[in-house]
């Protein structure tokens, strides 16, 4: 999950200077391990034919089928093989800065609290369902595992040039909301969606979102919003399709262009969109009447 929520400005006790701190996992009660179990066997149901191949894939060969909390050193073990990539414990949200750094060294940082029994269907900061179930499965996946340090380090790089709410867009509508063209149909592999049961439905079978080819200038320019389901959803063709666009292109004077053009606000459809659902936005206008 990706919020501008509230972000301390230094790491709290206990987090050392990268803000990671120890996961605990034998701290963990049999209450948090039960909110695991059940919000994974919602979910597990749920996501054949919904959600992407390779983050099916990737759901398997890290055995997250096993009941409980996982252990982040175990599933770093088995993540390290596969892609290099390691699983680090952080007490929330943290900087930009420290966040890219992480990413672009390998090391995803995942909240080590789970959401109380009562949070099941909603929760603002990412917590470790969100994280490890949501995000961790990708990264087995070699050209998406690429695709995450490179954007890592295009963080720093978008710090620099002043770019970040561009650069932040397209994790947002890649890493935490993308949907992906296979032959089947459309299938999700944004970790925002597969970590929800509800928007594992929507995002897929709504008429209200639009649903829209996946272009990177488009993408950097449209806003978002953290509270609700998205009323936009950006379907790329293909994992090696975004790695060519993002890894081997050069993001600075695109930045540069952008930086003077307005923003897209969220719902609107622009006349050179490759549009495949023009949503009715019916969910967000029901909502805005509440
Ligand atoms: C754009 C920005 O870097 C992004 O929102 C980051 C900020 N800090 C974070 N911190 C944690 N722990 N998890 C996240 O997903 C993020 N997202
Ligand atoms: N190509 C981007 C870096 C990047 C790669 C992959 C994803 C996002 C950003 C740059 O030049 O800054
Ligand atoms: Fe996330």
Not at 2 to 13: G, I, Q, S
Request: glycine share 6%.
């Amino acid at each position: 999950m990706a919020e501008e929520t509230h972000v301390l400005d230094r790491p709290p006790e206990g987090a050392s200077h990268d803000w990671t701190i120890p996961q605990n996992w034998g701290a963990y009660t049999p209450e948090e391990h039960a909110t695991w179990d059940t919000l994974f066997e919602r979910q597990v149901k749920l996501l054949p034919g919904r959600a992407s191949k390779a983050y099916l894939k990737g759901l398997e060969a890290l055995k997250l089928s096993e009941s409980g909390i996982p252990n982040f050193e175990e599933l770093s073990e088995r993540l390290m093989k596969l892609t290099g990539w390691q699983v680090v414990a952080v007490p929330g949200l943290v900087p930009d800065d420290v966040f890219f750094d992480h990413m672009a060294n390998r090391r995803f940082v995942a909240g080590n609290f789970i959401r109380r029994p009562d949070q099941l269907d909603y929760i603002q900061e990412p917590d470790v369902f969100h994280d490890v179930f949501g995000h961790v499965p990708m990264l087995a996946d070699p050209v998406f595992a690429d695709y995450l340090e490179a954007y890592g380090r295009g963080g720093n790089r978008a710090l620099e040039l002043g770019a970040l709410k561009q650069l932040g867009r397209l994790y947002w509508y890649t890493v935490e909301f993308g949907l992906v063209q296979e032959d089947e149909g459309l299938r999700i592999y944004g970790s925002g969606i597969v970590s929800s049961s509800a928007e594992s439905r929507f995002a897929l079978e709504s008429d209200s979102p639009n649903r829209i080819r996946f272009n990177l200038k488009r993408v950097m320019r449209t806003e978002y919003r953290i509270d609700d389901f998205q009323q936009n959803y950006f379907v790329i063709p293909n994992f090696d399709e975004l790695l060519r666009l993002t890894v081997e292109t050069d993001f600075a004077p695109l930045y540069h262009e952008l930086l003077q053009m307005p923003d897209i606000s969220v719902a609107a459809i622009q006349p050179e969109d490759d549009v495949i659902t023009r949503g009715t936005q019916q969910y967000a206008l029901s909502k805005a009447h509440d």
